[in-house]
C-alpha cells in the first residue's frame, strides 16, 4: 500500500520529528510513503480568520499536490478537518457565488481521500497493535478537531493501550478544550491561557511523565504552560510514541 504524508506546516516548521515519526511508523507496518514536495499550508489561519478568498488558492495547490494519491494521511486532526469539512464548503460557496465549480470540484474530489493519521491506523491498515515500546506514564488529551469535527473517538486510547509497556492514564476533564483554538488563543490571550492553565494542571495532576495528544499545535500551547509552572509534565505528539520501539525509541 501507499499513502502520502501530509506532514503540516507547524510539524514542518516547529516539529519535524513528529513528520518523521509518522513514516517510520507507518513503513514499519508496511506502508510505502510519498511525499509530495508541493504541499504547502492548508489555509486554515487565514480561514479561521474570515480570509475565505486567501484561503482558495491554498485549497488549489493542495489538491493539486495530492491528486492521484489514494491515501493522503495526516498526523492533525485539524488538518485533515480542514481539508475534509472546510474545503467542500469553500468549493461550495465559490460556486455560489457564480465564479465557477473547479474548487467545489477539486475539494469533493480531495476530501474522501484524507485521514487523520489514527483513522489510517485503524480504518484502513486495521491495527491498533503497532509493535510499539514505550515504557512511561502517558495521559491523553484529546484535541477539538479530532474529538468533535472528525470524530475520531476511541481510536488513539486504542492505540495508546496496545503500547507495550505504557500505563495510560485518564485525564480528567479530558473532553474540554485546551484553549489553543489557533487564531483564537491569538484574538483571546488571556481566555485561551486561562482554559490552557486548567488543562495543564489537570494533566500534572494525573502524575503522568508525558501528556499525548494528535494536534501539536495543541500541544505547543500545554507545553508552555506547563513550562512556565515548572512541571516535569512533557508533551509528545501520539504518533512519535507509536514509533517508538524496545531498539529505536521516539525521534529526537
Known amino acids: ?3 502520502a504524508l501530509f506532514v503540516t506546516c507547524v510539524n514542518d516548521a516547529l516539529y519535524p520529528r513528529t ?3 509518522v513514516v517510520r511508523l507507518l513503513e514499519r507496518l508496511g506502508v510505502t510513503v510519498d511525499f509530495p514536495a508541493a ?4 489555509g486554515q489561519p487565514q480561514y479561521n480568520t474570515g480570509h475565505r478568498y486567501e484561503t482558495e488558492p491554498l485549497l488549489r495547490r493542495t489538491a493539486r499536490a495530492f491528486a492521484g494519491h ?8 485539524s488538518c485533515a478537518a480542514m481539508l475534509r469539512e472546510h474545503y467542500p464548503r469553500i468549493g461550495r460557496k465559490a460556486a455560489e457565488e457564480g465564479r465557477g465549480g473547479e474548487l467545489a470540484d477539486l475539494a469533493a474530489e480531495l476530501a474522501p481521500r484524507v485521514y487523520e493519521l489514527t483513522e489510517f491506523l485503524v480504518d484502513v491498515l486495521g491495527v491498533t497493535d503497532v509493535g510499539a515500546y514505550f515504557p512511561h ?7 477539538c478537531h479530532g474529538l468533535r469535527a472528525l470524530g475520531l473517538g476511541e481510536r488513539p486510547r486504542r492505540l495508546l493501550a496496545a503500547v507495550r509497556g505504557l500505563d495510560l492514564v485518564e485525564l480528567p476533564g479530558a473532553e474540554e478544550c485546551c484553549g489553543f483554538g489557533g487564531t483564537f488563543a491569538l484574538k483571546n490571550p488571556d481566555v485561551s491561557a486561562a482554559m490552557g492553565t486548567d488543562k495543564a494542571d489537570r494533566a500534572a495532576a494525573t502524575g503522568a511523565e508525558v501528556l499525548c495528544g494528535a494536534d501539536n499545535s495543541c500541544l505547543a500551547h500545554l507545553d508552555g504552560l506547563l513550562r512556565r509552572s515548572g512541571s516535569p509534565l512533557r508533551t509528545l505528539h501520539l504518533a512519535e510514541i507509536l514509533a517508538a520501539t524496545e531498539d529505536e525509541g521516539p525521534p529526537r
Request: hydrophobic share 30%; net charge positive.
Open 137 to 143: 506514564t502517558v495521559t491523553y488529551h484529546p484535541s
Open 1 to 3: 500500500m501507499r499513502a
Open 39 to 42: 504541499q504547502s499550508c492548508c
Open 70 to 77: 489514494t491515501h493522503v494521511v495526516t498526523p492533525s486532526g
Open 19 to 21: 513528520g518523521v515519526a
